[in-house]
Structures are given as structure tokens and as C-alpha cells.
């Protein structure tokens, strides 16, 4: 992967992001009790201790540094761990995510080639 940073922090919250996602429906489409709703967010345990060890200083440089693998890494990610039940809803928001990924790839190159201009002499 790109970065020196790594994408540790950047993976424990798309986790905590995507299990938050599918909770959510869980909650939405349970008809159930109010304990049967706190259930489900106790669901969120595993990935809120992720977040005891989280850095907010190297999560911003890890996102600064993410390159074309990073990002292809880390959507793969998404859609193994998302799931909703409306499989179209799922696609859109995957379609959505995928347009994300290739912009920032996008933005990314064109601050890249900016730089490397303004490091130019012109003779």
C-alpha cells in the first residue's frame, strides 16, 4: 500500500461507518421491543473498541497519503462487509462509493501533476 502511514485508522472507521450502516436498517426494519433495538447497537462493540486505539493525527495523514491500491483496498472492504437487504439500495450506494474512489483518485493525480509543474524551472 502507498502511504507510510498505512490505512490502520482508515479501516477502523469505514468498519465502524459500514456496521453503523447496517445496524441502522436493522433498527429501521425491526418492529420489535426497544431492548430488541438496544441489541443491535450493541452490535457496535467490536468496531467501537477498534476505535480505543484510534489516532486522529495519523488517520488524517493516512487519508492524505492514500493511493489508487489503498482506495481499491478499502472498497473491496465495503462491499464484502455492507449489507443491506434491498440488494438495489446496497448497488447504489456501492455504485455511489465507487464514484467517491475514483474521484479522490482523480483529484488526487491532478494535485500530483500541480506540484510537479510548480516544481519546474521554465528556461
Do not use: C, P, W
Request: no cysteine.
Amino acid at each position: 500500500m502507498g502511504g507510510q502511514h498505512g490505512v490502520e485508522n482508515t479501516v477502523k472507521v469505514l468498519d465502524l461507518l459500514i456496521e453503523g450502516g447496517n445496524i441502522a436498517e436493522d433498527i429501521i426494519k425491526d418492529n420489535g421491543s426497544a431492548f430488541q433495538k438496544m441489541a443491535h447497537l450493541l452490535q457496535l462493540t467490536d468496531e467501537l473498541a477498534g476505535l480505543s486505539t484510534f489516532n486522529a493525527s495519523d488517520f488524517k495523514l493516512e487519508v492524505g497519503e492514500l493511493d489508487s491500491e489503498d482506495l481499491s483496498t478499502l472498497y473491496e472492504r465495503f462491499k464484502t462487509k455492507f449489507d443491506l437487504a434491498d440488494d438495489h439500495v446496497e448497488g447504489l450506494v456501492e455504485e455511489g462509493l465507487g464514484m467517491v474512489k475514483e474521484g479522490y483518485a482523480f483529484t488526487k493525480k491532478i494535485i500530483d501533476f500541480a506540484n510537479k509543474v510548480k516544481g519546474s524551472k521554465v528556461s
